[in-house]
């Protein structure tokens, strides 16, 4: 029986909740109540970084300096897929066109819609994915180069950088760090940074608002524009026509573009060749798998980050020997043993770890991922992969979509929201009925039954 997560805002919220608790039996009633008590989740549904907010400048940085470790292991340790914890500063303006909703949970842990606030307005920036804390080898240098380089100020050297890797493998981060140097050499600069789903998203929006003006100035006026995990477009022709119009104004403006993606240009099937063309003139730099001793490395910088944590050389040579292709599950292994480790107050050691990660490090040696369960699922039933992430709704596709989201599910440690963006952009709430539909189907269809079997058994080699 496959267990599925719920909601994922409601997860968010009730995580919130527990860690709420924690801080306040740990920090004591004075401290929580001065610094920690006014701080608000921001949830816009189904983010991997979890965003909170507090009232003032001044007490957003105490926070961060104090507690945003605190902060981000006790989330990971409720919630492994969680990437980071962004505190942000609270202010009273008028909506943004985008601004998420906020919920602000009270001390029952209960989530209550408030009003949207300011900070949608500024680029969703992770603080943690900066320069410095990015670690460099041959694998990732080309990258990192040139992504210092187009967040220098003045005339950009080359625009647009197309950055591409496999997934946890650092293009988001080099992104992030390009958005806060850029925004720190040029403070008043106009940075945007968006998901191609998310591009799509405000697109389709506007479009239903008769607004597509306002969308266009928007994104064509900024001074560097960033648009994450490109692949999504494929085979959405409208946002497609838009995206190509919006980079061609960009590119000819001679501002700053950074374009991520998990293939090169051309490997991207399903997305028109006028874009990948366009996106091949400048700067293309892919990020390798990393290798024993990166990872390695990347597990003693982020240890830096982690103040009072001590893990023996050991368990991280463990960790970097058995988790070998995504940082972000490294990270997370990583994480969580230091959570657990502060949470029961037990010292670290290889038998801690091997106890605390044994599911993770079996796991680790075959990572199954979206693209392949989508490759192994249309072969089985003779469907092109971009049927699964289509919108046709005929049972030929549908009920094969339905067994990728299931597989996907199964497989992965994608959350909902995650599996649904694979998905064409669908709801986590299409994903549960998916994985429920498949579970019952299972039981009383020989036929899907079987053909989940046989592909349960080809990508699980
Ligand atoms: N070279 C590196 N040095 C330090 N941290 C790294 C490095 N590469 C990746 N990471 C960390 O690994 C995690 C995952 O990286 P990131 O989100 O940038 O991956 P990605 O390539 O964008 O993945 P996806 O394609 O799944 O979106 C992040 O927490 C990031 O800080």
Request: proline fraction near 4%.
């Amino acid at each position: 029986m496959v267990r599925f997560e719920v909601d994922r805002q409601g997860e968010t919220a009730r995580a919130w909740g527990t860690v709420r608790g924690h801080l306040r039996e740990s920090a004591g009633a004075r401290l929580f109540d001065q610094w920690l008590k006014p701080m608000e989740l921001i949830d816009d549904g189904g983010s991997d970084t979890i965003r909170l907010a507090l009232p003032s400048a001044f007490m957003t940085n105490w926070v961060r300096n104090h507690y945003a470790d605190r902060l981000a292991a006790e989330f990971r340790a409720i919630l492994p897929d969680v990437r980071g914890v962004s505190i942000e500063t609270r202010r009273a303006a008028a909506p943004a066109l985008t601004a998420p909703t906020v919920l602000s949970v009270a001390n029952s842990g209960a989530p209550v819609a408030a009003k949207p606030t300011a900070a949608a307005e500024r680029p969703p920036l992770d603080t943690r994915f900066t320069f410095d804390r990015f670690v460099v080898d041959g694998s990732n240098k080309v990258a990192f180069n040139a992504a210092k380089a187009l967040a220098e100020p003045g005339a950009p050297r080359f625009s647009p950088l197309f950055l591409h890797s496999g997934t946890g493998q650092g293009k988001t981060h080099l992104m992030h760090a390009v958005g806060h140097a850029y925004l720190a050499a040029v403070p008043d600069a106009r940075v945007i940074l968006m998901s191609a789903e998310r591009f799509m998203f405000e697109f389709v929006s506007a479009m239903r608002a008769k607004d597509t003006h306002s969308f266009k100035m928007r994104l064509r006026s900024a001074d560097l524009l960033m648009i994450d995990d490109l692949q999504f477009i494929a085979g959405k022709d409208a946002t497609q026509e838009e995206f190509f119009h919006t980079i061609n104004e960009v590119m000819a403006a001679n501002q700053r573009l950074v374009v991520c993606a998990d293939r090169c240009p051309q490997g991207l099937d399903g997305v028109e060749a006028r874009i990948t063309s366009r996106l091949s003139v400048g700067l293309v730099a892919d990020i390798k798998a990393p290798d024993l001793s990166l990872r390695l490395a990347i597990l003693k910088r982020k240890l830096v980050d982690m103040p009072g944590a001590s893990v023996p050389a050991e368990v991280l040579d463990l960790l970097a020997g058995r988790i070998t292709q995504s940082i972000r599950d490294l990270e997370g292994a990583l994480g969580r043993i230091v959570a657990y480790a502060q949470l029961t107050g037990e010292s670290v050691d290889l038998d801690f770890a091997v106890a605390t990660l044994g599911d993770v490090l079996r796991g680790a040696e075959r990572r199954v991922t979206i693209d392949e369960i989508q490759k192994a699922v249309s072969a089985h039933f003779e469907l092109k992969p971009v049927d699964l992430v289509s919108a046709r709704r005929a049972v030929v596709v549908a009920r094969p979509r339905q067994i990728a989201m299931y597989l996907a599910k199964r497989l992965t440690t994608r959350s909902l929201p995650e599996i649904g963006r694979k998905f064409g952009g669908r709801d986590h709430s299409t994903v549960i009925h998916a994985v429920r539909r498949i579970e019952s189907l299972r039981d009383t269809d020989r036929e899907i039954d079987g053909a989940v079997r046989t592909l349960l058994r080809e990508l699980e080699g």
